[in-house]
């Protein structure tokens, strides 16, 4: 592997030809005013970091750096690492999406048991063409020696862009993918790193972030002497042991001053042209479990289907047992309800982990509210989460509301049913709201957009989707967002397009 030695302290380029350079660049869509911003400053860089909120755009800002400098002969791949409930989406919507239109560019996406054409995308990316090269990766893979491999066998036979995105998913430093992905990050040509907040519980999370780009980033020979320089411990004693404990951190203003020369932070509320209202969606696969279920009853339906058995109210009862499905449960014939492995809570815990402050949660289904407030409850504390719906009494209601609005109150967290909670209510003190399973009523789906998004709202309001690619679930989120209302679309083929 070629070793790239990188330092964070990069001398600045010259203004002029940098200022030059992007008020000509051939944009594919035109960069908000701190896109530009982080660009005209660290788009020549070895490494940086975009600290940036949900919503703000750090996939075009990462996306176009890498087309510069593909432009100026310095790089000809891109290696993207992200979550699983991301990487997907940089392979088939951010990169086709924001990449400019004049760069050739071959794509493959990490799949360690590809099919025919995904294998084939895979060894294109090793071909010796003049195309940018771009492989997108899941941080999971760096757990794993097949994963680690070719990855490294891709920077090995390139000249890349290496980008974390999401990086709190290597902030632990004695996990073996953190270890991985700083030793296999040390043979690309350029390093990124992108997340909505680095520190998502003490400072001691920046290291391994930091570490990824460079050594010489925080000054630190060592995780351990980092904690010796910026965490204030005390001795304890247990039994017959002795131990340290964090009680608290020091020096952060000059943390802060080192972080300032390789990364650029910004939240929506600094972002004056950005939409009021901002869209994106999480990938959710299915468990084996799921996927099982999924297709028997899928199958079902088709057969529904071909003997013509299939009403409206017919057709929307399918639909709502396969959307169970997916959300990670379903109904059996006795009535009772038995709950499927499933990845969507992680997903959801791991959205709430990138966020700071007040979010709202909607949920179709009581299961779904009662498995996320537990998941939140185990993670952030019993008050920083309330659950309304249904069976919340009438008195607790209004309760929840205040308290929710009330900026002192340890409630951070507001899970509800849109079709109880998506009507009237005032739910300003969040900026964030999460669909972790969607109404298929328009109506109610639009009511519970309007909860945050109302008068008393002072910052742009995020929309985050949960949902699985090539089920039900994907169709439901198009149509919503495309304002259609889906009682009157799944009937006879229209129904039998969203199961083939």
Known sequence: MHIVPLGCKHK???????????????????????????LQR??????????????????????????????????????????????????????PKHLPDHI??????????????????????????????????NVEAFSTDKGVQFAKRFLNATQAMMIVDESTTIKNPTAKRTKSLVKVGR????????????????????????????????????????QARYAVTQERHLASHSFKQIVGYRRLDELQEKLGQFSFRVTKEECLDLPDKIYTVRHVELSDEQAKAYSQMKSMALAQLGGGLVSTNNALTQLMRLHQI???????????????????????????EESSGKAIIWANYRHDIEAIKLAIQKVYGMNSVAAYY???????????????????????FFVGQPRTGGYGLTLTAANLVIYFSNSFDLEVRLQSEDRAHRIGQTSKVTYVDLLTPGTVDEHIVKALRS??????????????????
């Open 104 to 137: 050739p560019k071959r794509m493959a996406c990490w799949n360690p048991t590809p099919k025919r054409k995904e294998k084939e995308e895979l060894d294109y990316v090793f071909s010796q063409t003049d195309d940018l090269k771009i492989l997108v990766m």
């Open 42 to 95: 660290f788009w020549e860089h070895d490494v940086s970091a975009i600290f940036a909120e949900m919503g703000t755009g750090k996939s075009f800002m990462l996306i176009n750096n890498a087309a510069m400098l593909y432009d100026k002969g310095r790089i000809d791949a891109i290696l993207v690492i992200a979550p699983k409930g991301v990487y997907r989406n940089w392979y088939t919507s951010e990169i």
């Open 326 to 352: 997916v959300c990670g449960h379903t109904r059996l014939d006795d009535g009772r309800e038995v709950e499927l492995p499933n990845n969507r809570v992680k997903e959801l815990m791991s959205v709430l």
């Open 12 to 38: 600045r380029k010259d203004s002029q030809m940098t200022d030059w350079f992007l008020t000509k660049y051939p944009f594919k869509n035109k960069p908000f005013l701190h896109q530009a911003a982080y």
């Open 390 to 412: 249904g069976e919340t009494e009438a008195e607790d209601r209004s309760r929840i509301v205040e308290d929710f609005q009330n900026p002192d109150s340890e409630l951070r």
């Open 483 to 500: 304002k259609i209302n889906i009682a009157s679309q799944v009937l006879g083929e229209e129904f039998k397009q969203w199961l083939i």
């Open 187 to 226: 043979g690309a040509r350029y390093r990124r790193i992108a997340t909505g907040s680095p520190v998502t519980k003490s400072p001691l999370d920046l290291y391994s972030q930091c570490e990824f780009l460079s050594e010489d980033c925080l000054d630190a020979a060592s995780y351990y002497a980092f």
